[in-house]
């Protein structure tokens, strides 16, 4: 008898990391906290321009700004109307001076022993860095200062120089332009950026200090929850000093959200959501101006910042995953490219673990939601990540409540199936919100929306995140919909 208590001891042991792990997941993102979105906290952004995409229309011609060719030659000033090639994508080098990018990414300069604009390098200096100077009676009246201390005119449509010497702002000057801001990107490289190294790190520290305290953790225990995904920046792993503009501290918080996690009972899923060059261009991956760059020349120093984290968290007992990518975008990110990725990442958690799940995130855009299937099914303790919102489709924009439900218990319920094979990997909705389109809806509309919810994600092997516990639009906040009555885990 004592010989089978022993081997039964053993195999327990032996699997107790595996039925530590509760499946599926209730689950809430983090969102804002260490990777931060200016449409999470407003507060945070007010008064940065970074990241801004801006156009400029001369007084004089009525014509705008515009990188011919969308780069590699020189500017001019003959189109009557803005587009991609007449959009400029600001780089804040000072409060006062940015840096030029263009549609085909290169930077507007000087040409080397003259004063004729063009868009042709692919690097900044002194030469790309030029000074925007404001109108103090019209803000959106401006003058291009260079580097040669002249301002940019358009003395013609097909001349752009940067040789006038005057400081009017007659209309007639062919050196003011009116600046329309376009769109403005408000993530991390924006925050810290436009805070600039004296101010960012107390800011964030503040931040990361008060958005998420213990008590949350204790708040999400207490009403149903048992994981939280974290999402990250790839800077974590530079900690305590990550390249500019980022600061240090992050690390710190995310080590708190482990300890907090095993006080209350709870997982931590952590998710690398911004890497280097951005897998989708949107603010929250950590971008500078909009572009997706992220590609197979950086793979290496993004499984780098994953076998940190792995190396760092594997023998922590509140690890449950570790995420490798959030939202990667087709067709800006090649699916084989993607995989090779996936294939590092997943050795590079698993050399430190071989409990800790790793999850995978399916494409955002024209992809098959199946195109990662065959090669997870090949490894151990994977998970594919997909996103359910009835939100940023054309489609969901005329659906009454009704309407918006049906979708949930018909197509989600279809597309969930898809995704689900009997011997593949575990499905996770990582992401979800009691948010729609829908304008008026009652209360109990949006009980009936978040239940439904609840009733087809709870479905997924893996479990389900919502997204996300704290934000300054209220049914976007877990905590808020808890606490007012409108979800009930």
Known sequence: MACYILIFALLF????????????????????????????????????????????????????????????????????????????????????????????????????QGNKVTAVSDTVGNSQ???????????????????????????????????????????????????????????EYQLTNGYGPDRAPQVLQDHWNSYITEEDFRFMSENGLDAV?????WWIASDPTPPKPFVGGSLKALDNAFTWAQKYGMKVIVDLHGVQGSQNGNDHSGTRDGYQEWGESNIQETVAVIDFLAERYANK??????????????????????????????????????????????????????????????????????????????SFNSMNPQQNIDYIYNQRVSALATVTTTNGPLIFIGEWTGEWAVQGASMQDYQNFAKAQLDVYGRATFGWAYWAYQCAANHWSLKWMIENNYIKL
């Not at 002249?150 to 050196?175: C, K, L, M, R, Y």
């Not at 399916?362 to 939601?369: E, H, Q």
């Open 317 to 394: 007992p509140g690890l449950a995953a570790i995420e490798l990518m959030n939202e990667p975008t087709a067709p800006g990110i090649d699916l084989d490219t993607l995989k090779k990725y996936y294939q590092a990442g997943y050795d590079a958690v698993r050399k430190h673990s071989e409990n800790a799940y790793v999850i995978l995130s399916n494409r955002l855009g024209p992809a098959d939601s199946k195109e990662l299937l065959s090669f997870a099914s090949g490894l151990k303790r994977v998970v594919i990540d997909v996103h359910y919102y009835n939100l940023f489709s054309d």
């Open 129 to 187: 860095t030029f000074q925007i100077i404001r109108n103090n009676d019209d803000r959106n009246l401006v003058r291009l200062q260079a580097s040669n201390g002249q301002f940019i005119q358009a003395s013609s449509e097909t001349v752009v120089t940067a040789d006038h010497v005057g400081s009017g702002w007659n209309d007639s000057d062919p050196s003011v332009f009116k600046m329309t801001i376009v769109s403005s990107l408000q993530g």
């Open 229 to 233: 995904r974290i999402p990250v920046g």
């Open 13 to 112: 042991f032996s699997w107790a990391p595996f039925l530590a792990l509760a499946q599926p997941f209730k689950a809430v993102n983090l969102g804002n906290w260490l990777v931060t979105e200016g449409w999470m906290k407003p507060s945070l952004y007010d008064g940065i321009p970074d990241g801004t995409q801006v156009q400029f229309l001369s007084t004089k011609l009525q014509k705008y700004l515009s990188s011919e060719n969308g780069g590699g030659t020189v500017l001019v000033a003959n189109r009557p109307s803005a587009s991609g090639w007449e959009t400029f994508r600001l780089w804040r080098f000072n409060e006062t001076h940015f840096n030029l990018r263009v549609f085909n990414k290169q930077f507007v300069g000087l040409e080397d």
